[in-house]
């Protein structure tokens, strides 16, 4: 069976993915080892600022706003930080657990028509110079042009590929669960010299989700119930009786990066190109975020509209912003210990971060709404994410986001209609004009001049920055969505 792009893994990065592909009328096919959506546990907790506009540039937020719960604030250490004056219709935190979020993106990859084999894994691959062929394991096997691993932390594709797994073992083992409890557990966050606990209700308002650092770092194991017994009482004092346990794992703060995020014909996204403590909550949403990076770059290329170099500007632009997330999460797994230094650099760091600007600073970080892309310096547009702006048009009034729902590049124009001709890229680029007098601020940046037009990737970064002429522009079209068409 043929498809131009086969996913490994049907997880948040690889639905993801696949409806950026499908959005773009591309073949694409999943390869997902669960025979269904179900997810062990409640793994990840909810979605970032900036994860949930880029599921709003698709038209699909609404569906997650409407089963989530909306915090407008982000802890940090022991203080609840306010998110309220980001510079973001979603300024705050969606709280909703990986189940529904992968349910929400599956309903969504499924309207798209994107076939999935489940219940079989992806067990090896040979690639060659047209293409990928993908072996899965019950005998069947797929050949395309691509193919991304999106098969999790120990993603068997990045194995074989041979790309390094570079980083920090695991200083820390952590368990979580979820179960029942006799009486009244001490509820909320204490700190050991080990780490973090926390006990708290789950929907339901009966069972409880528990995540407690183990006194000695183990790993490579499945935890028992005895070994959450022992921890409980060693930090609690009680076991609470804790029974009818529906979920018991064990996680570690071991962060990683892959030393590449592309070999030739196979890429890599999500959890299987990095992995770090799940503190700060951004595993799903980094994934999500490189999924919408990688796919309308991988679509131009399987349409043959760019050149298969366009591809390492994923690994250039998505790789830094890996690391980035991996440096914090080592930061947060640090802040957690409990001993009397750490609770003093806490301390410390709590009265700061709660400063105006370096909250500011950390809240637009830690929701991904700070993602620059380095693009050039001549605006403080230019590689970063286009506001939600509330445009004008000759149809009405539109939203920017509402112009992204096709996943496709835009040339918005503000200024006088006659300046700017995309001719040679007009069936690829949408060009809209339109009017805009409010202000433009940008996370952290703050106030920043008007352009007179933007030309806006399908990603919802902004590629070239007009001030009132089209000087640029026919590079940065070229350089982003292929060379010129030839006049019919
Ligand atoms: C205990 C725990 C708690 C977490 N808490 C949080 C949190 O609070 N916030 C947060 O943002 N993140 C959290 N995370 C991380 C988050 O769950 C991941 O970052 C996220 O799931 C990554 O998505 P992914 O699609 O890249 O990978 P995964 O979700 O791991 O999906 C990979 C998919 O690939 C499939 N697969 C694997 N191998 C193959 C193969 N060979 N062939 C075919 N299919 C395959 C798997 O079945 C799976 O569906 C937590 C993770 C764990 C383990």
Redesign the pocket.
């Known amino acids: 069976m043929k498809h131009a792009v086969v996913i490994?893994?049907?997880?948040?990065?690889?639905?993801?993915l696949a409806g950026e592909l499908a959005l773009a009328k591309i073949d694409v096919a999943?390869?997902?080892?669960?025979e269904n959506q179900d997810?062990a546990?409640?793994?990840?907790?909810?979605?970032?600022s900036r994860t949930i506009e880029l599921l709003d540039q698709r038209g699909i937020a609404e569906r997650f706003l409407a089963e989530g719960k909306r915090m407008p604030v982000a802890p940090f250490a022991m203080t609840m930080l306010d998110l309220s004056d980001l510079p973001s219709r979603h300024n705050y935190w969606l709280g909703l657990f990986?189940e529904r979020i992968?349910r929400l993106l599956a309903d969504w990859v499924s309207e798209l028509e994107v076939p999935i084999y489940r219940g079989?894994?992806?067990?090896g691959f040979a690639q060659d110079d047209d293409g990928v062929d993908v072996a899965?394991?019950d005998g069947m096997a797929l050949r395309a042009e691509y193919l991304v691993?999106?098969?999790?932390?120990?993603?068997?594709?990045r194995k074989q590929a041979g790309i390094e797994f570079r980083g920090w073992d695991a200083s820390t083992s952590?368990l979580?669960a979820e179960g029942e409890m006799e009486g009244e557990p001490a509820w909320g966050i204490r700190y050991s010299g080990k780490g973090i606990h926390g006990l708290g209700k789950l929907e339901d308002g009966k069972r409880v989700r528990l995540?407690s650092a183990e006194a000695e770092l183990r790993q490579g194991d499945e935890p028992t119930l005895d070994d959450l017994r022992k921890n409980l009482v060693a930090v609690y004092g009680a076991d609470y009786g804790v029974k009818n346990v529906t979920w018991l794992?064990?996680?570690t703060d071991a962060t990683r990066q892959a030393a590449t995020y592309r070999a030739r014909r196979v890429l890599l996204?999500?959890?299987?190109?990095h992995?770090h403590s799940?503190a700060?909550?951004?595993?799903?949403?980094?994934?999500?975020q490189?999924a919408v990076n990688l796919g309308w770059k991988l679509a131009q290329v399987v349409r043959g509209t760019s050149p298969d170099a366009l591809l390492d500007t994923y690994q250039a632009e998505c790789h830094p912003v890996g690391a980035r997330v991996l440096e914090r999460s080592m930061a947060f797994t640090a802040l957690a210990r409990g001993d009397d230094r750490t609770l003093a650099l806490r301390t410390m760091m709590s009265d700061l971060v709660t400063m105006d600007q370096p909250r500011k600073r950390y809240t637009a970080l830690i929701s991904g709404l700070d993602i620059r892309y380095d693009l050039g310096s001549s605006h403080p547009l230019l590689g970063r994410r286009m506001p939600d702006l509330e445009l004008v048009t000759e149809s009405g009034s539109r939203r920017v986001f509402t112009l992204l729902h096709e996943a496709r590049p835009v040339l918005l124009n503000l200024a006088e209609p006659a300046v700017l001709d995309i001719a040679p890229w007009a069936n690829r680029v949408k060009r809209i004009d339109a009017r805009y007098s409010g202000a433009w601020e940008l996370p952290v940046v703050g106030a920043v001049d008007a352009p007179s037009a933007v030309l806006i990737r399908p990603d919802g970064h902004v590629a070239w920055v007009g001030s009132g002429t089209d000087e640029g522009l026919r590079d940065a079209l070229s350089a982003w969505f292929g060379a010129p068409e030839p006049k019919a």
């Not at 490994?8 to 993801?16: D, K, S």
């Not at 700060?280 to 999500?288: D, F, I, K, Y």
Request: net charge positive.
């Open positions: 490994a893994g049907g997880g948040p990065t690889g639905l993801m999943i390869v997902e080892r669960r997810v546990g409640s793994r990840a907790g909810g979605l970032h990986q992968e079989r894994s992806v067990t899965l394991s691993g999106c098969d999790g932390g120990r993603s068997s594709v952590y979580i995540v794992s064990r996680f996204a999500g959890d299987s190109a992995v799940p700060g909550g951004q595993g799903l949403s980094l994934g999500v490189d």
